[in-house]
């Protein structure tokens, strides 16, 4: 089958390689119908050491289920299903508390031996407890707005749910790639009644504010703090998210973030080091939150208004690409020529 391998920052490539299979009675092997290109995918894409053996790409996807394990219960050839971007068995102690990037017998798709999704097929691990099963054809126009939930979808949300965003908080969300779109989406369909999206690209900022942002700051750094402050009579707002994953991100969040307040991360660290102590965060009681999101367990709370139309988060993607196309869509992002690439094998 094809798949897309990264063997180097800058070096994606789409070849031949073992179809995907049963290993495990826990397995299912998924035919892609959408996958797409993650703003995380542009950190290896940036920097990572070249080697012989690549590495697969994608962990966002959508498709039709070929194959069960002998162990499976409540799947068949033929269903269309989700897959959150890691898998679980939606079974363990941390599971049963929302925590499925824990999940004690989980893992990451495109880690650990299991492909990436950015390929015809996936095998995927603890099948039952990963797959949302969805009452859609293999041809509805929902795909793209069904992939999102898949990782980006419950990001923004998971950044807005950690932060306990409520009609009493006002929000900053630092970042406007697809995370940082959709925790606006997230953090208005919390209750926040006003949300500042810092972002420079009116395209994005655009969509940004249809998705709910009440303000846009396109300043960064020491004056993109000030406008915030200005916009917030000094005080700064109640939580920011950050979704991007730098550092002059984070220090930008610090900058902000109102005394007693929260910030929520959620952008891929790219740095291992950052404030926290009395200076910065410890003095004004701010808590500091975030992490992967445990998308599989935020599915079925968001897939209601996705499939009944009454959010429409496929307008994220404004680029399709087929397979063998994929190390174009990669160049697209890189170069901020497209917020979010959809993959069609």
Do not use: W
């Amino acid at each position: 089958m094809r798949a897309t391998v990264m063997y180097g920052a800058g070096d994606v490539r789409v070849e031949n390689v073992p179809d995907a299979r049963l290993q495990l009675p826990t397995d299912a092997v998924v035919r892609v119908l959408r996958a797409c290109i993650c703003g995380s995918d542009l950190h290896p894409y940036h920097h990572m050491a070249a080697s012989q053996e690549g590495t697969p790409m994608g962990h966002e996807f959508v498709g039709v289920v070929e194959e069960v394990g002998a162990a499976v219960s409540g799947l068949r050839k033929g269903d269309v299903v989700i897959a959150p971007f890691a898998y679980s068995d939606n079974a363990c102690e941390f599971c049963r508390e929302g925590l499925h990037t824990s999940c004690r017998n989980g893992g990451f798709f495109a880690a650990g031996g299991v492909g990436g999704a950015q390929a015809e097929a996936v095998r995927v691990p603890q099948a039952q407890g990963t797959l949302v099963k969805v009452a859609v054809g293999e041809d509805s126009e929902l795909l793209p707005a069904l992939l999102t939930l898949s990782d980006v979808y419950g990001t923004g949300y998971h950044a807005a749910y950690k932060a306990n965003v409520s009609p009493r908080t006002t929000v900053t969300v630092v970042g406007d790639g697809a995370v940082g779109l959709f925790a606006v989406l997230s953090a208005r369909q919390l209750g926040a009644e006003r949300v500042i999206l810092m972002g420079r690209h009116k395209v994005r900022t655009d969509l940004g504010r249809e998705f709910g942002a009440t303000d846009v700051v396109a300043e960064r750094g020491q004056e993109g703090i000030a406008r915030v402050r200005d916009l917030t009579d000094g005080d700064g707002t109640h939580v920011v998210i950050e979704a991007v994953g730098y550092r002059d991100a984070y220090d930008t969040a610090v900058g902000i973030v109102r005394p007693g307040g929260v910030i929520s991360r959620v952008g891929v660290p790219q740095y291992e080091e950052a404030p926290i102590g009395f200076g910065s965060l410890f003095r004004h009681n701010i808590t500091l939150t975030g992490g992967p999101a445990p998308a599989r367990a935020y599915i079925e709370r968001l897939l209601p208004d996705v499939l009944e139309g009454k959010v429409r988060p496929g307008k994220v993607f404004d680029r399709t690409v087929g397979l063998d196309e994929v190390p174009s869509g990669y160049r697209a992002m890189d170069q901020r020529e497209a917020l979010k690439v959809l993959v069609r094998p």
